[in-house]
């Protein structure tokens, strides 16, 4: 089978990254990229010289030959470089959230389900094998029912102008807790500030509210002096910790939960009794999760993989932004709990 043939779009922090995990599977080739910063093109220029360089998306579709397009770009372009790459008949993975509406974001899943090619979204935390680890132990009922989900994803920057901290940040965590609960919330609630570039909020408080009254919260800031990436999983028989910058590995399995005996004496009622046990951690193998979500677009497009429920597809980055929109509109009305509109 030929090797896929890959342009990158948009050479900023992260689309590099992109650019040197592609180029080093052997199944594909990085033939272009494109940014209209010339000082960018030229970094990439000089790590990969058989690499065309592009000052525009439409310098790169009259001239070039591509399968797929990898995207990561700001997040207000999105949804014109997709829509474009996927009526040239190209595969496409873009970078998380998919777009910046709801109805953009499910335009461009139909479209890639009408053209019959993949378009994935890079929710590359569900590559990373600590996120891996705690989605497992969830499948498998190691800490029974789940009570609450609980995220703090913040830094000091990066700083962005055109979404908030909650679509830059929060979209990591709203996929991770849907992926790890198989449910999407039904409702939330949001309030955050802007402090340093109106209107938009460097600093969001979300509350979801998802069926069988399972409760996720998540913190987000770019405007914080500690870098944070964890998340709390509280369940009725163990707890479980994921830590990505933790020294001693990411997760921890705390053998610890509240036990309801019968209090004999006022019939009908519980005493609370905390149980402790042991904590556990688990090795977890180190490995890059941009690679190995490079690896899964990849074999997708090879094997013609078009799943809906495959981890990052179209219709579940689709559904990060319905929430994503409200959170928005929670945040309009100062912290008011409002109902999740699915589209699709
Ligand atoms: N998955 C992750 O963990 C992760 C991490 C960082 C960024 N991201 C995502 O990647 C995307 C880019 O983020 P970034 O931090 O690299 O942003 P950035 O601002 O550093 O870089 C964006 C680049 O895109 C270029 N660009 C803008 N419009 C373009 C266009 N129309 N065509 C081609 N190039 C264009 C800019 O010149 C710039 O070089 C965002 O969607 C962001 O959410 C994801």
Redesign the pocket.
């Known amino acids: 089978m030929a090797n896929l043939r890959i342009a990158v779009?948009?050479?900023?922090?992260?689309?590099p990254n992109h650019v040197r995990n592609f180029a080093s599977l052997a199944e594909c080739e990085v033939v272009a990229v494109?940014?209209?910063?010339q000082q960018?093109r030229e970094k990439i220029g000089n790590l990969y010289p058989a690499v065309a360089l592009h000052d525009?998306?439409e310098s790169l579709l009259s001239e070039e030959t591509c399968d797929a397009l990898v995207v990561?770009?700001?997040?207000d372009?999105?949804f014109s470089?997709v829509k474009a790459g996927l009526n040239a008949g190209m595969h496409v993975l873009c970078?998380?959230?998919l777009t910046n509406r709801s109805e953009s974001a499910w335009e461009l899943q139909k479209l890639a389900e009408e053209n019959g090619v993949v378009l994935m979204v890079?929710h590359?935390f569900l590559f990373n094998s600590g996120i891996n680890y705690l989605c497992n132990a969830v499948r498998e009922q190691a800490a029974g029912q789940i009570y609450c989900l609980n995220a703090t994803r913040t830094n000091l920057g990066?700083f962005r102008s055109d979404v908030n901290a909650a679509w830059?940040l929060a979209s990591?965590d709203i996929y991770i807790f849907n992926q790890l609960l198989g449910a999407r919330p039904v409702s939330v609630s949001a309030v955050g500030e802007s402090y340093l570039r109106q209107p938009v909020e460097d600093i969001v408080f979300i509350t979801l509210f998802y069926p069988d009254r399972v409760m996720g919260h998540i913190h987000v800031s770019w405007l914080d002096p500690k870098k944070v990436r964890q998340i709390t999983l509280v369940g009725e028989k163990k707890m479980i910790t994921w830590d990505e910058l933790a020294n001693l590995g990411p997760i921890t399995v705390h053998d610890r939960s509240v036990q309801k005996e019968p209090a004999y004496e006022t019939f009908g009622e519980f005493q609370l009794l905390t149980r402790e046990g042991d904590l556990m951690l688990p090795r977890i193998p180190a490995s890059e999760p941009l690679g190995a979500q490079a690896r899964a677009f990849v074999d997708r497009c090879r094997d013609g993989e078009l799943s809906l429920e495959a981890r990052g597809s179209a219709r579940q980055g689709a559904e990060v932004v319905d929430v994503l929109e409200g959170v928005d509109r929670s945040l309009q009305q100062d912290g008011a709990a409002v109902e999740i509109h699915y589209g699709g």
Do not use: F, N, Q
Not at 9 to 15: H, M, S, T
């Open positions: 779009v948009g050479l900023g922090r992260w689309g494109v940014d209209p910063d960018a525009s998306l990561a770009t700001p997040t372009t999105h470089i970078e998380k959230p890079g590359v990066p830059d990591h």
